[in-house]
């Protein structure tokens, strides 16, 4: 069997959806042409501007949204015939989509379609008439027998034509939305029942008889409940849009120090947005990369050079309605039945760091609130994304000057030690004929230079290992070391986590872990504890290690003293390991009270997880 590509099913749908067109405003044209004098043209402009109302500002149902126009539509039949219902029914469902901004096909097939519905409807009602009369039915009770199956067969022919429109066309048109669609139909055909009953128990069987204030009256609660309904709805989904945004910025900081931060929020942006399709381009190091994408997006999109270049121009968000006149850059890059884009462009300082594509499968579909909240999320992954760029060029700094730290201490110690060796075991061999015990102390000074050269080259070989966290998680590698050091000493260590753990830049683990090894080392070498206590906990707003011993302490002023005239990882280089981190370190300590030492790490927009006890490598 042919398999229908979803170009013909979008053929087959404007097919379908331009002859429903044709025929219900031919219907509606000759309505027109069939008009009679208007006796009290108040009652009906007062009906327009209540079906105007109604049809503006639809009433929020389960699940949904539904205009309850049906009991005004009903009574316009009834006072004034089919040819003014179609001509006004029509007249403001297409004020409403213009006013809407909805692509030209819908503005006219949804008027025509509602107005065929209706007409459907009314064809039925001579075909019943004569088993209303059979039956020996009051007026009012006949009255609403009319109106139920009036209302029933226009819910049922304009739902089937709507539903055959979204069977032929391409998009997925699930069992579930269609569920969702016919319960939200079942709810306004509910209250519509409700207010036809009520029509006719409070005498409107008295058709001959027309009352403005009677009907002013009897449809502004229908008019003031919808206006107030769809008011509250705008207002909570604004909300519910304001409180996605929060979720999803602080979900992103959250995720900011790990490599795939970006992975995570699959789904969050087109759900926000309402959107089918997103792309994000980030500039890194002058070259443009893809970094994200969800959606109805075409794998393994390439971009020419050229077309990368014109985001780099782009300062503000770039609406393309519709992909045939043009669709931007990246068209290309989304399934063909993609058809509205929004080009956000990612600015810093003026700086174009990236680009956020948002798509939607129907032509005009974004309005001023969806680019808004584009832009706003748009600002705040470009801040993200600088500052995870400075995070990034910082640690580099940082590497590169470590390196070069190394290279000059082997450069001014272990070279010029071997230089001198070299230079006295050449004297020594000029000499060894002449002057032997001269020879001998010249070898046995350069032997001796040349052991503390083989020590230099290896604590630098061991400075140019793989780090404990590059192998492991910062909790994996204390853990570790926790048990080498029970191994040795003997020692006892209790090990306490608090809060959900996160993924840390490796600098950070480096500067935490450096923290914590040279801590318990003096506590055991120095401090003599019986007892060292360590807690890692992740807060809301930072990251706190702390080391607690009940050792004998010491001064913190002589320590500091001392530390200037030692060359090792002592206090003075903590905290120039936390300052490079933008930690706080504080270490708290008198002689014969223990020692603790605490070094606090910001992080920015960590939500604190319930606390997780654990109590590890207790001995």
Request: charged share 20%.
């Amino acid at each position: 069997m042919k398999q229908v590509l979803p170009q013909q099913r979008e053929n087959y749908s404007k097919l379908f959806m331009t002859t429903i067109s044709l025929i219900g405003w031919t219907l509606i044209l000759y309505s027109f042409v069939k008009l009679d004098s208007v006796s009290d043209p108040i009652v009906l402009a007062l009906l327009f501007i209540f079906l105007l109302i109604s049809e503006y500002y639809p009433m929020p149902v389960w699940r949904g949204h539904t205009a309850i126009t049906f009991p005004i539509i009903y009574v316009l039949f009834l006072l004034y015939g089919f040819s003014y219902t179609a001509l006004i029914y029509a007249c403001a469902v297409l004020a409403v989509n213009i006013v809407h901004r909805r692509p030209l096909r819908t503005v006219f097939f949804n008027p025509a379609q509602l107005a065929l519905s209706f007409y459907g409807a009314v064809l039925l009602l001579p075909l019943i008439e004569p088993f209303l009369e059979k039956m020996p039915l009051p007026p009012i009770m006949e009255g609403i027998f009319e109106y139920s199956i009036l209302l029933a067969v226009y819910l049922v022919i304009n739902n089937v034509i709507v539903d055959l429109v979204l069977v032929i066309r391409p998009q997925r048109y699930s069992f579930k939305l269609w569920k969702h669609k016919t319960l939200t139909e079942l709810n306004s055909a509910a209250i519509s029942l409700v207010y036809g009953i009520t029509l006719y128990v409070v005498g409107s069987q008295n058709r001959g008889e027309i009352d403005v204030f009677a009907y002013f009256f009897f449809f502004s609660p229908l008019v003031g409940i919808s206006l107030l309904s769809a008011t509250i709805a705008r207002l909570k989904k604004e909300k519910n849009r304001l409180k996605m945004l929060f979720s999803i910025t602080t979900e992103l900081n959250q995720m900011l120090p790990a490599q795939d931060w970006l992975s995570a929020l699959s789904g969050s942006f087109n759900e926000l947005i309402g959107a089918e399709a997103s792309l994000l381009w980030i500039k890194k190091e002058g070259e443009w990369e893809l970094c994200f994408t969800d959606g109805r997006v075409v794998p393994g999109c390439v971009m020419q050079r050229g077309a990368l270049e014109e985001f780099e121009h782009m300062k503000h968000p770039i609406i393309y309605n519709d992909r045939k006149t043009n669709g931007g850059a990246a068209a290309d890059c989304f399934e063909e039945d993609v058809k509205a884009f929004v080009y956000t462009p990612l600015v810093i300082e003026n700086e174009t760091i990236g680009m956020f594509i948002i798509a939607r499968s129907r032509t005009k579909s974004f309005e001023g609130d969806d680019v808004q909240s584009i832009a706003t999320l748009a600002n705040q992954l470009a801040v993200i994304i600088k500052t995870r760029m400075l995070f990034t060029e910082k640690e580099k700094r940082i590497v590169l000057e470590e390196r070069n730290r190394i290279a000059r201490d082997i450069h001014d110690g272990v070279a010029q030690t071997l230089a001198g060796a070299v230079m006295k075991l050449e004297t020594a061999g000029k000499k060894f004929n002449r002057n032997p015990e001269e020879t001998r102390k010249l070898v046995d000074e350069s032997v001796l230079g040349l052991r503390d050269s083989l020590r230099e080259v290896r604590e630098s070989i061991y400075a140019l290992r793989p780090y404990p966290t590059e192998r492991a998680s910062l909790t994996e590698a204390i853990l570790r070391k926790i048990e080498a050091v029970q191994k040795e000493y003997q020692q006892v260590i209790e090990f306490e986590i608090r809060g959900q753990e996160h993924e840390l830049s490796p600098m950070v683990e480096k500067v935490l872990f450096d923290t914590f090894q040279e801590s318990m080392q003096n506590a055991i070498k120095h401090s003599q504890a019986s007892k060292i206590e360590l807690l890692l906990s992740y807060q809301s707003e930072h990251i706190l290690l702390k080391i607690k011993d009940d050792g004998r302490g010491f001064s913190l002023f002589h320590a500091m003293i001392k530390a200037r005239n030692e060359p090792h990882f002592g206090i003075l280089q903590m905290n120039d390991a936390a300052e490079k981190i933008n930690a706080t370190l504080q270490i708290d300590s008198k002689e014969g009270t223990g020692t603790e030492v605490s070094i606090t790490v910001p992080r920015m927009g960590i939500e604190g997880g319930s606390i997780n006890d654990q109590a590890h490598a207790s001995g």
